[in-house]
T-cell receptor, first 119, second 112 residues
Framework: EPEVTQTPSHQVTQMGQEVILRCVPI?????FYWYRQILGQKVEFLVS????????KSEIFDDQFSVERPDGSNFTLKIRSTKLEDSAMYFC?????????????????FGPGTRLTVL | GESVGLHLPTLSVQEGDNSIINCAYS??????FIWYKQESGKGPQFIID?????DKRQGQRVTVLLNKTVKHLSLQIAATQPGDSAVYFC???????????FGQGTELSVKP
């Protein structure tokens, strides 16, 4: 069964450093998303990406964040200068356009996440 | 200083019993709702979804009920098993772009 993959599984960085989180969405999907989840809290939307551009972003997604689809398979999230409060699980998700198959209407498939720890 | 996370609502059930997990959503214009299951250290896993023009949808051992009048969503799990132990999140789609707005989550604990 196809799945979203993310690397690394755990990233430890010093405050002020740049990090790049990587995702490989499911191959025929065209919508891509990043979410984050601070420990013990709910999942929060960061950004959506379609047709090689950002389609929506949240207040969390400020100038320190950027996304890129550098080739036909990877989707990356960059944080330019990490802060302590950026420590969280970061999830990538993807979906097909329009109606999905297999019983769901519009399912977003989530990757396993990258745990980012900023020291 | 020490950070304190939100205290999740918890539901504890006996193996074999039925579970009902509730969720209140915020946007009356939301047209699509999903239940996700999240096991420790993993990403959200799709369970079942429902569109706003329906009030009930059934899957394998799971049923989602939607009450748009009071903006309430519930997930029913029949014959709950230890493998069902996880945190369950409801999510609503806020617009056609697909952004999901997640609820707080409920921790389900199944006692053998």
């Amino acid at each position: 069964e196809p799945e979203v993959t993310q690397t690394p599984s755990h990233q430890v960085t010093q405050m002020g450093q740049e990090v790049i989180l990587r995702c490989v969405p499911i191959s025929n999907h065209l919508y891509f998303y990043w979410y984050r989840q601070i420990l013990g809290q709910k999942v929060e939307f960061l950004v959506s990406f379609y047709n090689n551009e950002i389609s929506e972003k949240s207040e969390i997604f400020d100038d320190q964040f950027s996304v890129e689809r550098p080739d036909g398979s990877n989707f990356t999230l960059k944080i330019r200068s990490t802060k302590l409060e950026d420590s969280a699980m970061y999830f990538c998700a993807s979906r097909v356009p329009g109606l999905a198959t297999g019983g769901s209407y519009n399912e977003q498939f989530f990757g396993p996440g990258t745990r980012l720890t900023v020291l | 200083g020490e950070s304190v996370g939100l205290h999740l609502p918890t539901l504890s059930v006996q193996e074999g019993d039925n579970s009902i997990i509730n969720c209140a959503y915020s946007n009356s214009a939301s047209d699509y709702f999903i239940w996700y299951k999240q096991e420790s250290g993993k990403g959200p896993q799709f369970i079942i979804d429902i569109r706003s023009n329906m009030d009930k949808r059934q899957g394998q051992r799971v049923t989602v009920l939607l009450n748009k009048t009071v903006k309430h969503l519930s997930l029913q799990i029949a014959a709950t098993q230890p493998g069902d132990s996880a945190v369950y999140f409801c999510a609503e789609r806020g617009n056609q772009g697909g952004k999901l707005i997640f609820g707080q989550g409920t921790e389900l604990s199944v006692k053998p």
